[in-house]
């Protein structure tokens, strides 16, 4: 069974009905997708560290003994309560979705504890996925696929962010935040979080955009602004440092890669407002642009096409995909993507 509309989703994860033992989560952006699946298991095993009732598994703990997954979904909870069993897959392993897609079909099948709720957390999955194929059409299964966030979603995330902790934006202030809040839920969870101590938590602000500006112009990640925006400038040299910085700062290749990826999305957003009409200031302003970075935007702005900006978001995606693979030379990988980048800004004459 597929779920998708989203007040069917969060009456699900609230409440699963008592008929369903297994449940599929997947999309492209996993920080919904892991919020999701931790609001679901809440449901199912309320203390989460509890090891007799709840097992999370990774692709390395099934690769590394292929009966786990099987033997934790017919394992009984010794202390009472029903069993949990997590599986988190990173996507680029097909046998471990292939012992997945095994344990799914023989745990709503009944073959296993009856009792155990299993949960897969995955990425991206195709319509011929085996899990898609095994899950959707089995009434004692949901599946339910994660897009990225749209603006309402983050900026109801927002309003409920801040409501719990007595504070609010006004209609321009929430729209000026959200217009720069990256579309990855962990990311942009973060950003809200960041707001909230900006502003005082449980101090009772409602604040405008006027109250926004020293929020706006603060950067915790500055050395990777900088770096996307020496990269989409056309200046190679000036990137590789600003990312070598943020590499001893503490930031890791996948921020890096997403930094460059914000600033591609307000380039795009600033280019699809003024083929539509808008001013490029007024369109700069709504794409989140600090104001004294807006001259060097515009610059690049008039020179990146949405043509431009398409081939290099496949790249983007290749490189966070890379990125997020265990083992891999996250930085590195980010590094020979900003010189690619700044590399083709220079042929476009930046």
């Known amino acids: 069974m597929i779920i998708q509309r989203r007040p069917d989703i969060e009456r699900f994860l609230t409440g699963p009905d008592s008929a369903v033992r297994a449940a599929v989560l997947y999309g492209r952006d996993m920080g919904v997708v892991r ?7 809440l449901t199912i095993a309320p203390q989460q560290d509890d090891p007799f009732n709840v097992a999370i598994l990774s692709d390395g703990d099934i690769a590394a003994a292929e009966d786990r997954l099987e033997g934790e979904l017919m394992a009984f909870s010794m202390t ?5 069993v997590r599986l988190r897959l990173s996507g680029d392993k097909p046998a471990n979705e292939k012992l997945a897609v095994e344990a799914l079909a023989g745990h709503i099948a009944g073959r296993f504890n009856p009792d155990a709720f299993f949960i897969v957390e995955a990425g991206a999955l195709a319509k ?10 089995a009434p004692g299964c949901v ?14 995330l927002t309003r409920e962010a801040l409501a719990a902790e007595r504070l609010a934006l006004n209609a321009e202030a929430l729209d000026r935040f959200v217009a720069r809040l990256p579309h990855e839920r962990g990311v942009a969870r973060r950003e809200i979080e960041r707001l909230i101590l900006f502003l005082g938590p449980g101090s009772g602000i409602s604040a405008n955009a006027a109250d926004l500006e020293g ?15 020496d990269a989409f400038g056309g200046r190679a040299d000036a990137a590789h440092a600003n990312l070598r910085r943020a590499g001893l700062e503490g930031e890791s290749g996948v921020a890096a890669v997403r930094a460059l990826g914000s600033h591609l999305a307000r380039l795009r957003r600033v280019a699809v407002l003024t083929r539509n009409g808008a001013n490029p200031q007024a369109a700069a302003k709504s794409a989140g642009v600090f104001w004294k970075s807006e001259k060097e935007f515009l610059r690049q702005a008039r020179v990146w096409t949405l043509t431009e900006l398409d081939r290099v978001q496949a790249d983007i995606l290749g490189a966070d995909r890379a990125c997020k693979q265990t ?3 996250d930085r590195l990988l980010s590094e020979r ?13 930046l």
């Open 128 to 137: 011929d996925s085996g899990l898609r194929k095994m899950g959707e059409p």
């Open 337 to 349: 993507l900003a010189v690619s980048i700044a590399g083709r800004a220079r042929r476009l004459g």
């Open 215 to 229: 929020f706006f112009g603060v950067e915790p990640e500055a050395s990777l602004g900088e770096a996307a925006v």
């Open 35 to 41: 919020e999701r699946a931790q609001a679901l298991a």
């Open 327 to 329: 083992g891999s030379p």
């Open 80 to 84: 009472g309560g029903r069993r949990l």
């Open 143 to 156: 599946v339910i696929p994660c897009y990225e966030d749209e603006p309402g979603d983050l900026a109801r």
